[in-house]
């Protein structure tokens, strides 16, 4: 295993556990299964485990296992703050104790703002006062780093790396979101802010792997480096010398096994011009099967009337290139998980936008048929449920 630096200079596994998806047996995680496949990640040297509070019995899986195998000193558990949940400053300390007693511990070694998704959100919490709370749980060794997680386009994410005085982040991203969601002017941009950066999604939910085009699948089994479609994957975020570590859902010993092997080998700056060239390869074909267009270069931001357009063309390429359910969901996540909603309704037709486009997309045009897919009416239900309840 290798391993990168923290902000204080503590030694990460480039390769990290993502606790969402446990296994699960008659309804129920799997604890057996779940505590081998955990304890032979650590066998392994992956030491960084990321959970949240919304992810059913994660917290309280973990925190058994842990506590069962003594190894709680070797590891870095990474846990998130429901904040769209949170009204109040005891809001937020009756979360965090039932957080670590699901833990079972008394710190928590990186804590994230769960989906913080604007500067306006930031400024919401600010009033119920989340630095003084923040200050006290670092002062007092219950919380070690705090950061945010994110999902949204990377002006955003640039000024609320800029809002306040972070020690990490975390955000999606891969070679098929290289100049969407944060993208690498993001990945850059908290780099240069000192921020590791701690990366998600690396196989876009098993897009870059599954779901893939025939000509895509033909490209990688042609290639003489004998890659799979994930190694590619992961191989080209750590060949970013900016990427901390890299999170995985893995589901199995074999699998954990595998990933570890290839983030024992995989180097920083590693890539020849012939790799980045079958990286481009696969990026066309696999645009060739989307909807839209879009790059997400971001051109035709920001919208008069705060449309986030290339969040939209994302989710709906993801509608009808790999799975309806997770693009409604990354949609919501992107439009209406924020004070000011960005929903595709919201055009007016203006036409600013179009003047951009690098790409000469008819952007109003397409909105309106994304509108159609995407904002069901589950989709107006839940914004107004978050307008109408201050959820974001």
């Not at 604007?118 to 060794?141: P, Q, V």
């Not at 386009?153 to 306040?164: A, G, I, K, P």
Request: proline letters at 3%.
């Amino acid at each position: 295993m290798q391993y990168r630096k923290g902000k204080d200079g503590a030694d990460i596994s480039i390769l990290a556990y993502g606790c969402m998806r446990f296994s699960k047996k008659n309804g129920k995680i799997d604890l057996e299964k779940t505590e081998r496949e955990i304890m032979e990640a650590v066998s392994l040297g992956v030491n960084y485990f990321d959970t949240a509070y919304i992810y059913p019995g994660s917290e309280a899986a973990i925190g058994e296992i842990f506590e069962k195998n003594h190894c709680r000193e070797q590891i870095y558990i990474a846990d998130k703050l429901p904040h769209y949940l949170i009204k109040s400053r005891e809001g937020l300390e009756r979360t965090f104790k039932e957080q670590l007693k699901r833990l079972r511990t008394d710190y928590i070694d990186y804590y994230l703002m769960h989906v913080l998704t604007d500067a306006a959100t930031w400024e919401r919490l600010k009033k119920l006062g989340i630095e003084d709370w923040i200050r006290e749980k670092k002062e007092s060794g219950q919380i070690r780093h705090i950061g945010f997680s994110y999902h949204g386009n990377s002006n955003m994410f640039c000024q609320l790396v800029d809002v306040y005085d972070w020690d990490f982040c975390m955000f999606q991203y891969n070679y098929l979101d290289e100049y969407s969601q944060a993208g690498k002017s993001g990945l850059l941009h908290a780099h240069e802010k000192g921020l590791p950066v701690m990366i998600m999604e690396p196989l876009r939910g098993g897009r870059l792997v599954n779901l893939l085009p025939d000509s895509a699948k033909r490209l990688i089994a042609e290639h003489e480096r004998g890659y799979s479609a994930a190694e590619w994957s992961f191989r080209w975020l750590w060949n970013q010398p900016e990427v901390t570590t890299v999170l995985s859902g893995m589901n199995s010993v074999e699998m954990l096994r595998e990933n570890a092997a290839i983030a024992s080998d995989a180097r920083a700056n590693s890539f020849t011009e012939d790799d980045f060239a079958l990286i481009g390869e696969l990026k066309n074909q696999i645009n060739h099967s989307m909807r839209v267009g879009c790059t997400g270069c971001g051109y035709c931001m920001p919208c008069p009337k705060g449309v986030d357009i290339p969040g939209t063309f994302s989710a709906w390429n993801m509608f009808y290139s790999q799975d309806k359910k997770a693009a409604r969901s990354s949609y919501m996540k992107c439009t209406i998980y924020r004070r000011d909603t960005a929903s595709a309704s919201q055009c007016v037709g203006c036409g600013k936008c179009e003047q951009h486009c690098p790409q000469g997309i008819e952007i109003r045009k397409e909105l309106k048929a994304a509108v159609s897919d995407l904002e069901t009416a589950v989709y107006k239900v839940a914004k107004a449920g978050i307008r109408l309840f201050h959820l974001w």
